[in-house]
């Protein structure tokens, strides 16, 4: 079945700098989400990405899809506290969406 | 934006005892509903895809018989955790998938389950 690989699991990052999470798809997607999920809380929607090779800003946050629509990045610039939590991508095939291990960003001020 | 609401958000009861969680989309009709289940830093694991009208199909290695699952409404699927084990102390969450390509789906707020 579909399988969507994250890395890193962790990210320790000191306030200011700047990071990525990566994602991999065994196959071929429709789409990718990303969604952020913090401590106690829920998933909640970021963005979707759904051409090849699409790229998307939110303020320090940038999201790209490749080429191949199998793999992403989030990349995140001048690193906050209030980006502390979980990002978790997901990609879609079909109906189904399959999450991604996600990484974990704690933030050292 | 789309909402989706899902209760209870806890809940903790006693090993045996069969708990009914609500999932509901407010402001439009999913034809598609999810539900996930998440254990302590893991990721979200799909349990099961709800459809209005049909049975839902469930993923591999999830009991359908212990995780009933009725959607009989556009905007409302429910997910019932018989004869509960503390096995079965997890967080669920349920998704909900607008009409269209390309929807993104939207998330409950979860329910955490502890059995005792």
């Known amino acids: 079945g579909q399988q969507v690989m994250q890395i890193p699991q962790y990210q320790h990052v000191q306030e200011g700098e700047d990071f990525t999470t990566y994602c991999n798809s065994s196959t071929t997607l429709s789409n990718i989400q990303w969604y952020k999920q913090r401590p106690g809380g829920h998933p909640v929607f970021l963005i979707q990405l759904v051409k090849s090779g699409e790229v998307k800003k939110q303020k320090r946050l940038t999201f790209q899809f490749g080429e191949a629509k199998k793999n992403s990045s989030l990349h995140i610039t001048a690193t906050q506290t209030t980006d502390v939590g979980t990002y978790f991508c997901?990609?879609?095939?079909?109906?189904?969406?399959?999450f991604g291990a996600g990484t974990t960003v704690t933030v050292r001020a | 934006g789309a909402v989706v609401s899902q209760h209870p958000s806890r809940v903790i009861c006693k090993s045996g005892t069969s708990v009914k969680i609500e999932c509901r989309s407010l402001?439009?009709?999913?034809?598609?509903m999810f539900w996930y289940r998440q254990f302590p830093k893991q990721s979200l694991m799909l349990m099961a895809t709800s459809n209005e009208g049909s049975k839902a199909t469930y993923e591999q290695g999830v009991e359908k018989d212990k995780f009933l699952i009725n959607h009989a409404s556009l905007t409302l699927s429910t997910l019932t955790v018989t004869s509960a084990h503390p096995e079965d102390s997890s967080f669920y969450i349920c998704?909900?998938?607008?009409?269209?390509?390309?929807?993104?789906?939207?998330f409950g707020d979860g329910t955490r389950l502890s059995i005792l």
């Open positions: 997901a990609g879609r095939n079909d109906y189904k969406l399959s």
């Open positions: 998704s909900a998938l607008s009409r269209g390509n390309n929807q993104p789906q939207h």
């Open positions: 402001d439009f009709q999913a034809t598609t």
